[in-house]
């Protein structure tokens, strides 16, 4: 089991930067591959980014590529979100989520490789 909580949401004006935390417990941090997702009111959750066990590889979505970064800290069994340049649009609550076994390169978009959720923390964005 993994229990993951999320922090450091807020209200930010567009233009400005958040860093989302997200500390895990339980099963080993370091052997899981971790992801963050959003979702916006009346939308589906979607993939935002994610990161690979040893931290090597990444992935992000095209509506975040190059303003935001995944990052993770297995010392700390902590993932982060940095995110830079933050529009109107990026408003959601946003999750993390963990992945029991190997992170699939042709799908690391898709929820149903991620097996651990956490509970959310919301990110408002105001023009």
């Known amino acids: 089991q993994v229990q993951l909580v999320e922090s450091g949401g807020g209200l930010v004006q567009a233009g400005g930067s958040l860093r989302l935390s997200c500390a895990a417990s339980g099963r080993t941090f370091s052997s899981a591959a971790m992801g963050w997702f959003r979702q916006a009111p009346g939308k589906e959750r979607e993939f935002v980014a994610a990161i690979r066990r040893s931290g090597g590889i990444t992935y992000y ?52 490789v991620y097996n651990y959720w956490g509970q959310g923390t919301q990110v408002t964005v105001s023009s």
């Not at 902590?78 to 699939?104: F, H, I, R, W």
Request: aromatic share 12%; charged share 20%; proline share 6%.
């Open 61 to 112: 979505a095209d509506s975040v590529k190059g303003r935001f970064t995944i990052s993770r800290d297995n010392a700390k069994n902590t993932v982060y979100l940095q995110m830079n340049s933050l529009k109107p649009e990026d408003t959601a609550v946003y999750y993390c989520a963990a992945a029991a076994g190997p992170l699939p390169s042709a799908r690391y978009w898709s929820e149903s």
